[in-house]
C-alpha cells in the first residue's frame, strides 16, 4: 500500500545522512512510500511495532532514473533517547496514533524479533498478515539469545550482528527479482563450498499486485565468521609495516603479505569452479559485445572526470583488443570483488558479499561474466591498498614522496604477481592477458567516477593506475 500520511521530506533528509545511500551528491525527490504489509512477526514482548516501507524515489540531474531503498521504522508512543541518532520523524499513525518513527535496524528490541522470526521454521513460513517468507537452510540452531548490534562499517546495506553466531544483511537498495548475494550464497552452501560464509536463511516479500509471482529479497541470514579479520584492513597493515622499514624491500618485512596473496589467489580459483558445477553452463559471451560495454562505460565517464581524456586513446586500444578475442568463456562470478569483500579466517581466506556491483542494475548483475573480472577486480585493489597509505604517509614526509611511491608500486606489483600466479596456475595465454588487461582498465575507469563523487582527493590513484595502462 502507499502511505500518504507520511511526508516524503522526512525520507529525502533521513536517506541523504546515511552511508548506504546510493545516490549521494544527486538532486532527487521521494516520489511514493509503499508499506509492506502489516508490523514484522516476532516474538519479543513489549517490542515495537516494526512497519518496512520500500522508499521509491526519482533523480533529476541528466543522468535519471529511479531507484527503490528498504526503510523498516521501529515506531514508539514517546521519543527514546537511546534512539536518538536514529529518528527520522514524528507522525500520526491511523492505527497507532502519534509515533516516533527510528531507523529499525538500530533498535536490539526490534531486531530480536527478526531472528526469531526465522527460528520458526526448519524449512520455511510465510506470515499472513506481513507477506513476508522466512527461509531457512539445514544444519544450523540460531542461538535466540544473542544479543544484536549494528556492525558500522558496511557502505551499500545494513548489517546486525547476533553475538557471535549468525550475521542479518538487510539491503538497502531494493529490486525485484532474485538477489545473487542470495542464489549464490545458496548454491555455495548447499555444495559445501569451504571459502564462503554458510547461507541460514533470507526474507523473501512478494508484491500481492499484477507482479505478484516477482520476489523481492529483503534480508538474509548468514554463518558469523568469529575469528576473522577484514582483507582490507590486513592489506592495509602490511603495506604500514613496510613503510615502517625504510631500509628494507617488501620480501623483506616481516609483515610481507605475498603468502597471504597466494592463498586467496587460491580461494577465488576454488570458489570459481564450484561456481560452474553450482549453476547451468552459460553460452559463451562476444568480445566485441564486451568490449563495447568497456568503451560505452569510457565515454560516460568522460563526463565525469575530464582528466581522462588523456589517456582515452590507450584505454580504447586495450579494449580493442579485447573486441579481437572473439568467443569468451563466461559463468555466474563474484562481480564485485575487491580485499574489502574477503575476510581472513584461522581457517583460511572466506569470500563474501555476492550481491555484485550495486551500481547496476539486478538483471545485469544476475547475468554470467568472465572469471576474468573478479581477477581484475583483486588486481586493482592490490595497487589501491598500498596508495592510500602513501597518500598520509607523503602528508607526514613530503620529500620522501619519491621514495614512498616506488615502494607502494613494489607492495603493489609484488602481491599481484603472486595472486595471480596462484590463481591462473601457470602462465597466461595472449587472449587471457588481453581480457584481464581490458577488464582492469574498465575497473580503473569506473574507480575515477567513483572517487570524484564520494571521495575526489583519491582520483589520484586510479587515474596514476589508467596512465599506466595508457603507455603501455
Known sequence: MIVEHIDPELFVRFLSRTRWFGGKGRPFTVTAVHRVGAEVPGGVEDGPPVLLHLVELGYADAEGGTEVYQVPLALYPEAQTRLEHAFIGWWEEPDLGWVHAYDALHDRVAMKNWLRSFARTADEWTDEASGLTFHRLPGHELDLEAQPSLFAGEQSNSSVLYGEDSVMKLFRKVTAGANPDITVHEALTRAGAEHVAALYGWVEWRNGGQDADEVHHLAMLQQFLRTATDGWDLALASVRNLFAEADLHAHEVGGDFAGEATR?????????????????????????????????????????????????????????????????????????????????????????????????????????????????????????????????????????????????????????????????????????????????????????????????TWVRIPLQAIARIGAS
Open 264 to 456: 586467496l589467489g587460491d580461494a577465488l580459483r576454488e570458489v570459481h569452479e564450484a561456481l560452474t558445477h553450482a549453476f547451468p553452463a552459460a553460452e559463451p559471451a562476444d568480445a566485441a559485445d564486451l568490449a563495447a560495454g568497456m568503451r560505452a562505460r569510457l565515454e560516460d565517464a568522460l563526463g565525469v572526470v575530464p582528466e581522462l581524456e588523456e589517456h582515452a586513446a590507450g584505454l580504447r586500444a586495450a579494449y580493442d583488443r579485447v573486441a579481437e578475442l572473439g568467443e569468451i568463456r563466461v559463468q555466474r562470478i563474484h562481480g564485485d570483488l575487491h580485499l574489502g569483500q574477503t575476510m581472513r579466517t584461522s581457517l583460511g581466506w572466506k569470500i563474501v558479499d555476492f550481491e555484485g556491483e550495486p551500481a547496476k542494475p539486478l538483471a545485469q548483475r544476475q547475468l554470467p561474466d568472465s572469471r576474468w573480472r573478479d581477477v581484475a577486480g583483486m588486481l586493482r585493489s592490490f595497487d589501491y591498498a598500498p596508495h592510500v597509505v602513501e597518500r598520509a604517509a607523503v602528508e607526514e614526509d613530503p620529500e620522501g614522496a619519491a621514495q614512498l611511491a616506488y615502494r607502494a608500486d613494489e607492495w603493489a606489483q609484488r602481491n599481484k604477481d603472486h595472486f595471480l600466479a596462484a590463481y591462473a596456475g601457470g602462465e597466461l595465454t595472449p587472449e587471457q592477458h588481453a581480457l584481464l588487461a581490458g577488464y582492469v582498465a574498465d575497473k580503473a575507469v569506473y574507480e575515477t567516477v567513483y572517487e570524484t563523487r564520494n571521495r575526489p
